[in-house]
């Protein structure tokens, strides 16, 4: 019995010098970091919306302060951020698109020009959850325009997903396919008027 104790012990000891490696959250100024060096990206995406429904598309991505989400067909939506606002253009509406600034939604603290997540008041809450880590972050100055939950793993650094809550406290979940970074992206495709142009609004 002493061998096979010896090695019980043994194995349980790897264990638990294993577990704060592998539970190891990562630290705020790497995920800034790795934010601060994503210039252009594009991904599918899967998002779940408030009322449960489902949706899929394409997202990119140009820091600073640009973002456009195509909806997948027969879907003809599109909701992008550019020079300053965000604009949603609904395909079953002839209607020029509902617009507001950018920076009144969480998901400007990732497109912002200097992501410093170490700012007072910024992170709410910073964990790690199933291997991946969990950052929630607000506008310090305005709490009350919501938040974002970013998901990211490590080795190497990437953004997985993202959990933004509105002022009213309805959460919209966006799944990231995978992530390809450096990509071309041309500046028309985060031109609100140039969209409404395309579509003879």
């Known amino acids: 019995m002493k061998p096979?104790?010896?090695?019980?012990?043994?194995?349980?000891?790897?264990?638990?010098?294993?577990?704060?490696?592998?539970?190891?959250?990562?630290?705020?100024?790497?995920?800034?970091?790795?934010?601060?060096?994503?210039?252009?990206?594009?991904?599918?995406?899967?998002?779940?919306?408030?009322?449960?429904?489902?949706?899929?598309?394409?997202?990119?991505?140009?820091?600073?302060?640009?973002?456009?989400?195509?909806?997948?067909?027969?879907?003809?939506?599109?909701?992008?951020a550019g020079g300053g606002q965000v604009a949603v253009f609904d395909a079953k509406s002839n209607q020029s698109p509902e617009q507001y600034p950018l920076s009144r939604t969480p998901l400007s603290i990732i497109l912002q020009q200097n992501v410093d997540l170490?700012?007072?008041?910024?992170?709410?809450?910073?964990?790690?959850?199933?291997?991946?880590?969990?950052?929630?972050?607000?506008?310090?100055?305005?709490?009350?325009?919501g938040s974002i939950d970013m998901i990211f793993t490590a080795n190497p650094t990437q953004l997985r997903q993202w959990i933004i809550t509105d002022n009213a406290g309805a959460k919209t979940t966006v799944i990231?396919?995978?992530?390809?970074?450096?990509?071309?992206?041309g500046s028309s495709l985060f031109s609100i008027p140039l969209e409404a142009q395309r579509r003879g609004l």
């Open 176 to 185: 990231l396919g995978e992530l390809e970074t450096g990509v071309s992206l």
């Open 4 to 80: 096979f104790r010896t090695l019980l012990a043994s194995a349980v000891a790897v264990t638990l010098f294993a577990l704060p490696a592998a539970a190891e959250k990562l630290p705020l100024s790497e995920i800034s970091r790795y934010l601060n060096a994503l210039t252009t990206a594009q991904s599918d995406f899967t998002q779940v919306n408030p009322d449960g429904s489902v949706s899929t598309g394409e997202v990119m991505i140009h820091r600073p302060g640009r973002v456009r989400f195509e909806y997948a067909k027969p879907d003809r939506s599109v909701v992008m």
């Open 118 to 145: 170490a700012r007072a008041r910024m992170v709410v809450a910073h964990t790690e959850q199933d291997g991946a880590t969990h950052v929630v972050a607000q506008d310090p100055d305005h709490p009350d325009y």
